[in-house]
């Protein structure tokens, strides 16, 4: 991404908070630390799959104006860092409709290591109204991605995002969908990340002060991951997740 995109962009995350944070105000919010364990997290680029822990720290809210949300992972083996933050502005909500709320989608990326870039994310999307569900949101993205030293050139990204809670259990995750991104390599393939945790809420049983204490697992199946032909992950993690 070149530094005239890149400021553009932020200049764009700078109006579209600053013309509503007038009139903001915190409707909810949420802060979460997670642990995870898994043995099954593929290095495409080796082929080799490794052992890992992650500790996930996470931060999502909702305002007048839109929402956000905020996460970064500390990983081992080796030892990485990664993060995304999401600044959704509203734009439009609709009244009892299939489609709740039209937004606008801003976001960032940041790795070390393995992933080490920083990519910056344009689009919006709908969120829907499904029986059952919490929330589902689906969303475009044009990706203005960091080229990391082989000329990787922008792409397209879909995202899907739901969550749906029957009593102390839970089940939400996402979709990445993104195309093919040409380098001075060849084509980085495109390819998605299906990742969802099913959880249960044992704070109640444990007569714990807190909103939530889920145990439970999360399962990713990543084709193609970091574009790299044929690198499928297939990686299921043993998870708690403190929700304050």
Not at 34 to 50: A, C, I, K, W
Not at 79 to 93: F, H, K, S
Not at 137 to 155: C, F, M
Not at 169 to 192: H, K, M, P
């Amino acid at each position: 991404m070149t530094f005239k995109a890149a400021t553009k962009l932020a200049l764009i995350c700078a109006m579209a908070l600053s013309s509503n944070s007038v009139m903001a105000k915190e409707l909810w919010s949420n802060f979460s630390i997670t642990g995870l364990s898994g043995d099954d997290y593929l290095n495409p680029f080796t082929g080799v799959e490794n052992d890992r822990y992650v500790v996930t720290v996470e931060h999502a809210s909702g305002q007048t104006w839109g929402n956000t949300f905020f996460f970064l992972d500390r990983l081992s083996n080796p030892d990485e860092v990664y993060g995304e933050l999401n600044v959704n502005p509203t734009l439009y909500r609709f009244e009892d409709s299939f489609v709740k709320e039209a937004f606008l989608g801003l976001q960032v990326e940041y790795g070390s290591g393995d992933t080490d870039q920083n990519n910056f994310l344009f689009g919006g999307g709908l969120s829907l109204n499904i029986p059952g569900f919490k929330y589902f949101n689906v969303a475009y993205y044009r990706r203005n991605q960091d080229e990391i030293g082989i000329e990787r050139e922008d792409n397209n990204q879909i995202t899907v995002t739901w969550g749906l809670d029957k009593g102390n259990l839970r089940y939400d995750g996402f979709l990445d969908i993104v195309d093919d991104a040409d380098t001075i390599f060849g084509t980085s393939e495109g390819g998605f990340n299906f990742t969802s945790q099913l959880k249960y809420n044992i704070a109640p049983a444990l007569n714990l002060d807190t909103s939530r204490l889920d145990v439970g697992i999360e399962y990713v199946y990543w084709k193609n991951k970091f574009g790299v032909d044929g690198m499928t992950e297939k990686n299921i993690n043993l998870l708690v997740k403190w929700h304050f």
